[in-house]
């Protein structure tokens, strides 16, 4: 790897350690954002989620440099915002009480860049696969 891709590399990967380090800091009231309560948390969320997700997709871009892989770690990305961060969000403003299964699993995959992570070896698998074919 070249230098720029390795410091790419080093820094997304310090800064998913980062975000998870300071994890209970309130971002919401550093930035005056939203009252508070279920605002503050909602934007906490969304703010950790966008942050560790785009660390995720420059670290993906430092492994692999190739546009295509990027865009679609980005659209996997705004799949995760539907599928995952929206329904999170409706369940802990509409059900506050409720703390089964569901939610923990949304929990895990919305503070952690879970999607991201897993497009890595299936990405690098892909490659792999079109060097083996004699591909580009």
Do not use: C
Not at 23 to 43: N, P, S, W, Y
Not at 44 to 59: H, S, T
Not at 62 to 67: D, I, Q
Not at 81 to 105: D, H, R, W
């Amino acid at each position: 790897m070249k230098v720029t891709r390795w410091i790419v590399a080093l820094l997304s990967i310090a800064g998913l350690l980062l975000v998870f380090l300071f994890q209970k800091i309130d971002v919401a009231a550093m930035l005056g954002v939203g009252a508070k309560g279920i605002d503050r948390f909602l934007v906490n969320r969304m703010i950790r989620f966008l942050i560790n997700d785009a660390l995720a997709v420059a670290l993906i871009y430092a492994l692999f440099v190739e546009r295509k892989y990027v865009v679609f770690a980005l659209y996997v990305q705004l799949v995760g915002v539907f599928l995952f961060l929206i329904p999170y969000f409706i369940l802990k403003v509409y059900y506050p009480g409720y703390n089964g299964p569901l939610i923990s699993f949304l929990h895990r995959l919305i503070l952690n860049p879970t999607l991201l992570m897993l497009l890595i070896p299936a990405l690098y698998y892909q490659k792999h696969m079109i060097r083996k074919s004699g591909g580009v």
